[in-house]
């Protein structure tokens, strides 16, 4: 059964940069039939998809946070990554990370995600 | 940048009731890139539909996707306790991902 595991930390500042790895276990991230991407809510809200990656490293992203946002991929370990630098509050979220089909687009496991609060 | 609509924003149901939820999009959605998924609190979304009208794996068969160009429904033929929840549409178009605001299908 594919599993997916959010980890970072879950406080931090506002003007810093918030790193988050994606763990896979259970399936390779190496699939060619899968991307692999990353979604947030903040508290009480809607979902917001963020970015997605291949496992060749090719991505997309949201454009109203391309100009902060980096994903990455590391076959090596089964993870992928977000870092999102000059957070705001408005970044404070829950994280998701997530796969969807290179077919359908649509997210079919989901990490159980994860609380990021940012600090004034 | 395809924006989604649902409505109705609360739906108040009582069990064994049929669910009707509609999303409506901007623009025309290709229906392999339209889906539903429900989520109850402190959860992670989790997928019913896909490509409109294709039920995801374990799926009860109560749920129902229905839908093209612009106008898509998700049915719940007779809710059950565990189907209170908020449901999400999603379509994926212009290499972008959105989600509707959530329909909320509370208990009468």
């Known amino acids: 059964q594919l599993q997916l595991q959010e980890s970072g930390p879950g406080l931090v500042k506002a003007s810093e940069t918030l790193s988050l790895t994606c763990t896979v276990s259970?399936?390779?991230?190496?699939?060619?039939?899968?991307?692999w991407g990353w979604i947030r809510q903040p508290p009480g809200e809607g979902l917001e998809w963020i970015g997605s990656?291949?496992?060749?490293?090719?991505?997309f992203c949201n454009p109203s946070l391309t100009s902060r946002l980096t994903i990455s991929v590391d076959t090596s370990k089964n993870q992928f990554s977000l870092k999102l630098s000059s957070l705001t509050a408005a970044d404070t979220a829950v994280y998701y990370c997530?796969?969807?089909?290179?077919?359908?687009?649509?997210?079919?496991?989901w990490g159980q995600g994860t609380l990021v609060t940012v600090s004034s | 940048e395809i924006v989604l609509t649902q409505s109705p924003g609360t739906l108040s149901l009582s069990p064994g009731e049929r669910a009707t939820l509609s999303c409506r999009a901007s623009q025309s959605v290709s229906s392999n890139y339209l889906a539903w998924y429900q989520q109850k609190p402190g959860l992670a979304p989790r997928l019913l539909i896909y490509?409109?009208?294709s039920r995801a794996t374990g799926i009860p068969d109560r749920f129902s996707g229905s839908g093209s160009g612009t106008d898509f429904t998700l049915t719940i033929s007779r809710l059950e306790p565990e189907d209170f929840a908020v449901y999400y549409c999603q379509q994926y178009g212009y290499s972008l991902f959105t989600f509707g605001p959530g329909t909320k299908v509370d208990i009468k």
């Open positions: 997530a796969r969807h089909g290179s077919v359908w687009y649509s997210f079919d496991y």
């Open positions: 490509g409109a009208s």
């Open positions: 990656i291949y496992y060749s490293g090719r991505n």
């Open positions: 259970g399936g390779s991230i190496s699939s060619s039939s899968f991307y």
